[in-house]
Structure formats: structure tokens, C-alpha cells
């Protein structure tokens, strides 16, 4: 069974002050692992979707890289309105099937004071 | 372009009483996928459709949950009786079909349950 693990659950940063969040899965077959951002109320926003380990993507303040076992999501000189929930997600091979469904971690809340 | 739509955004029911919510899928997205997210937790995976066909219904509680899909476009989510532990966020999400797509998920039904 495929499984996410999300460190830390929260985190409290200062405007400016970089960090990473961790994205630790183990999955049957990685088809996929997907980065997305959660504002309160709504739903899930796509930001990022790596495939294979070595691989990174950036957009604005954000980066994420993928190794074998983890993908970290680093954020430099964040903003307040960079506050959210982080989620990960990965896609396996699903048994074989070409239908894998994503497995989620439980988010880690991220907020960035002025 | 649209994005994936949801209707109700809210709902407050009695436990034991039915509900029902709508999703609009992205145009031509094939895939369809109905999540619920607990408070505090990442979204689980209820139903995947691909068109009209049911291709993981796994952890769909089938003897209160129900889903369908016609003509291949909106689907509806049905659950009778609810329970208490049914208070979550209903998400909906689609995609193009095959693995390693971008999932894009509507804004969530709101359910409480008393």
C-alpha cells in the first residue's frame, strides 16, 4: 500500500526566512508525485508534478525536488501570502493497472509573518 | 477555462438523512474522481470513474455511499444514511485519462452532519 508522510505538520516562518517542507512516500511503481497548496475553504491548487529521482521544478519562490525516497518542497524568501497547507501526493503503478490514484499526506500548515 | 465546478458548497443535514453533490468535470477530462478530506487530513480517495465506467471504488462504504456517472460528463455523489463521521469536505477532481496527469480538484461540499 502506497504511504505519505509529511514533516513538519506546522510551521511557523518569518517573512524572508527560508525552509523545506519533507515529503517521505513509499509507493509500488512511482508514476508520479504532486506538490499542491490548500488556502482554507478551498480546495487543492496544483503546483508541481515530478516523475523521476534527480528531477526539480521550480515556480516563483517555490522548488521541488525528488530523490528515491522523499521530495522536499523548498521555500525561499517566503511571503505571507505563501501561507497555506503544503500537500504531497503520489501516484503508483497501482497493481499494475494504468488507474493510480493518489495517496496523500495529511499537509503540513505553513505561516509566514510580516 | 473552467474549472472543475461543485454544487452545494455547504450543507447541514441530521444524522440519518440523505445528501447528494454535484460535480462538473474540466472540458473533455475523462477522468473523474470524488475525494473526501477529514479536518486535518490529506483528501482519500471514494470513487474514480473513467467515462460512464467505475475503475476503483475500493474505499467507497457501499452500503451508505453511491456514485454515478452519465454520459460520461457530471457525476453525483450520494450518501444515505449519513453518520456523524461523514462531516468532511467533498472533493471533486478530474483529469485526462492515464497515469502521471495533473488531477485538478473543484472547491469541495462542505458536510456537517448533526
Known amino acids: 500500500e502506497d504511504q505519505v508522510t509529511q514533516s513538519p505538520e506546522a510551521l511557523r516562518l518569518q517573512e524572508g526566512e527560508s525552509s523545506s517542507l519533507n515529503c517521505s512516500y513509499t509507493?509500488?511503481?512511482?508514476?508520479?508525485l504532486f506538490w499542491y497548496r490548500q488556502d482554507p475553504g478551498k480546495g487543492p491548487e496544483f503546483l508541481f508534478t515530478?516523475?523521476?529521482a534527480g528531477e526539480e521544478k521550480e515556480k516563483e519562490r517555490l522548488k521541488a525536488t525528488l530523490t528515491k525516497k522523499e521530495s522536499f518542497l523548498h521555500i525561499t524568501a517566503p511571503k505571507p501570502e505563501d501561507s497555506a497547507t503544503y500537500l504531497c501526493?503520489?501516484?503508483?503503478?497501482?497493481?499494475?493497472?494504468?488507474?493510480?490514484?493518489?495517496?496523500f499526506g495529511q499537509g503540513t500548515i505553513l505561516t509566514v509573518h510580516p | 477555462e473552467a474549472g472543475v465546478a461543485q454544487s452545494p458548497r455547504y450543507k447541514i443535514i441530521e444524522k440519518r438523512q440523505s445528501v447528494a453533490f454535484w460535480c462538473n468535470p474540466i472540458?473533455?477530462?475523462?477522468?473523474l474522481y470524488w475525494y473526501q478530506q477529514i479536518l486535518g487530513q490529506g483528501p482519500k480517495l471514494l470513487i474514480q470513474?473513467?467515462?460512464?465506467?467505475?475503475?476503483?471504488d475500493s474505499q467507497l462504504p457501499k452500503d451508505r455511499f453511491s456514485a454515478e456517472r452519465l454520459k460520461g460528463v457530471d457525476s453525483t455523489l450520494k450518501i444515505q444514511p449519513a453518520k456523524l463521521e461523514d462531516s468532511a469536505v467533498y472533493l471533486c477532481?478530474?483529469?485526462?485519462?492515464?497515469?502521471?496527469?495533473?488531477?485538478?480538484f473543484g472547491p469541495g461540499t462542505r458536510l456537517l452532519v448533526l
Open positions: 477532481a478530474s483529469s485526462l485519462v492515464g497515469t502521471g496527469h495533473t488531477q485538478y
Open positions: 509507493v509500488s511503481g512511482l508514476r508520479g
Open positions: 515530478l516523475y523521476s
Open positions: 501526493a503520489v501516484q503508483g503503478n497501482a497493481g499494475g493497472t494504468s488507474y493510480g490514484k493518489l495517496t
Open positions: 472540458s473533455g477530462h475523462a477522468t
Open positions: 470513474f473513467q467515462n460512464n465506467g467505475v475503475v476503483d
